[in-house]
């Protein structure tokens, strides 16, 4: 590892515990019998929530990016966010509500059918076109959000609310195991391709080349996909279609700490939990003046973010 | 070493390529195969690779299968280098010609290590004025350079090169095969394709040629015959010139 990989690492540890405190500390209503109940039973697992599933979506996208050789590539764009969230809306709506121990594993469940459904259904139909297959998402994204409303209005109109809030992404305040429940996948990935960095760095080259060099290519590409749709569908299923982290998080992490894998893996983890965390912590700043869901904040930051990349990236290829 | 026998292959919907090609490389030998455009030489060095399988016939690598090898031990054994390589463009040229020590990650680790392969590596191919310049800057020819390097570094006793030196300059590609010429004589095997049947005969490599029909023929010993046979199969007049002691040939140009 070079000095400023590693310098880049500390600092994105740095950057999500510093918002980690910012989401748990800022604003706690000071003085009230219930300050401490408020800590425990609402800012922490919040807290827990948005930091694994902002660092879900951040490695999520950084893995989708990586198999199908396209920055543009993250779990929103790609449909698997929309197949997620219809899975999960028709879960909840069938369980009558995701936050109890045994719907919430259930609502995963189905989000990650209807996730891995989508982008499998869309890599087959797109026949390795990357442009089809990322015009496929969008179409896919939007149908799946008419469709999950649909559903609503069908099923229990007095969900129509909370299928809103979920469709532009939101942190819940779930029980404190929830969160611990996304804990196992969100690790495991981190684990698994931060000890497979290099194995990851080949899939850049040609499959020939990188099956010459000894890497099992469609194996490895196949279990990214997996394990990142696996990634989405469990953020999903706690919050919903959050913009953003899965796009921006991942060109960030390129941009401070390189290219290898080994690198970005962690640091993509350790930047969208930051993203997230922070995007929260705003939200509850702002909470006196307005109630808006998180999903609200990572677009108003994400889009600018993405457009000076994409303008960037643009002058460069000139 | 390495053995083809009776290889034949179709695309599923571009028609029979290879009929029945028998070949064998063994260690301290540089095998060149030339042919047509077409003709179905890249088909066969990716299936003597191990990446394409046969419609039919075996290929074989040390008396096993090619295909049966687990691939990181057979990464160890056999480096094969395509005729475009695809290089990251962000990535520097250090880091590129590094990655040819993945399938050395793994037990047992390799004889030589790192550090004088890379050295060795970027002697050979002069690497080093661009060493730390990013895979997007460069020229046709300096990527080839890179990706060979890679397989360099790789080190495996058998090298599999497509057109090594179709975007070499001659100063590069005399150095390229001078290097292989190096290597064989360590005992390394080497196949490759080309289309300078002339530089590859004056490089001592065992000359094939690949003809439409998808057949392998090998260059008979006769002047005569040589030149009936490059005509036949290349479908132009050459005149044969004789240089230290090998004979070249050369199209007839009005």
Known sequence: MTAREGRVLILSAFAALAALGAALFLNLPRGLVSESGIFWGVRVPEALTAALVG???????????????????????LGVAGGSTFGAVLATL?????????????????????????????????????????????????????????????????????????LVGFIPTPPLWAPLLLAPPALYTLARFAARGRGLDLLLLSDDEASSLGLAVGRMRTEALVLATLLSASAVALCGMIGFVGLVVPHVA???AGRRHRVLVPASFLLGAAFLLAAHALGKVLSGTWFLPVGVYTSLVGAPVFLVLLVRTQRRAW | ??????????????????RGCTLGVRPGE???????????????????????????????????????????????RLAYVPQKPMLPEDWPVSELVAMGDFPHQEAPPAPRPL???????????????????????LSG??????????????DAPVLMLDEPASHLDLRHQMALYCALAALARRGRAVLLSTHDINLSRLSEQRLLILDRGGVLRALPAEEEAQGRLLEDVFGVRFIARDLSGVTCWFPKVK
């Open chain 1, 94 to 166: 069938a369980l009558g509500g995701a936050a109890t121990a045994f719907g919430l594993p259930m609502t995963a469940l189905a989000a990650f059918a209807g996730g891995l459904v989508t982008l499998f259904g869309l890599l087959r139909i797109s026949s390795g076109k990357v442009t089809a297959l990322l015009l496929g998402g969008v179409v896919a994204n939007t149908a799946f959000a008419a469709g999950a409303r649909v559903l609503t209005a069908w099923l229990s109109p007095s969900q129509l609310a909370w299928v809103t809030a979920f």
């Open chain 2, 1 to 18: 070493m390495v053995r083809l026998e009776d290889l034949r292959f179709a695309y599923p919907r571009g028609g029979e390529v290879l």
């Open chain 2, 141 to 154: 020819g300096e990527a080839q350079r890179v990706a060979l390097a890679r397989a360099f570094v790789q």
């Open chain 2, 30 to 76: 540089v095998v060149a195969l030339a042919g047509p455009n077409g003709s179905g030489k890249t088909t066969l060095l990716k299936i003597a690779a191990g990446l394409l399988r046969p419609t039919s016939g075996r290929a074989e690598l040390d008396g096993k299968l090619v295909a049966a090898w687990d691939r990181v031990v057979r990464a160890k």
């Open chain 2, 115 to 137: 550090a004088q392969r890379l050295h060795e590596a970027r002697e050979a191919l002069e690497l080093e004025a661009i060493w730390d310049r990013p895979a997007g800057t």
């Open chain 1, 254 to 256: 390129r941009l401070a």
């Open chain 1, 55 to 77: 660092g879900s979506l951040g490695l999520a996208g950084l893995l989708f990016q990586l198999v199908l050789r396209n920055g543009l590539a993250d779990p929103y764009v």
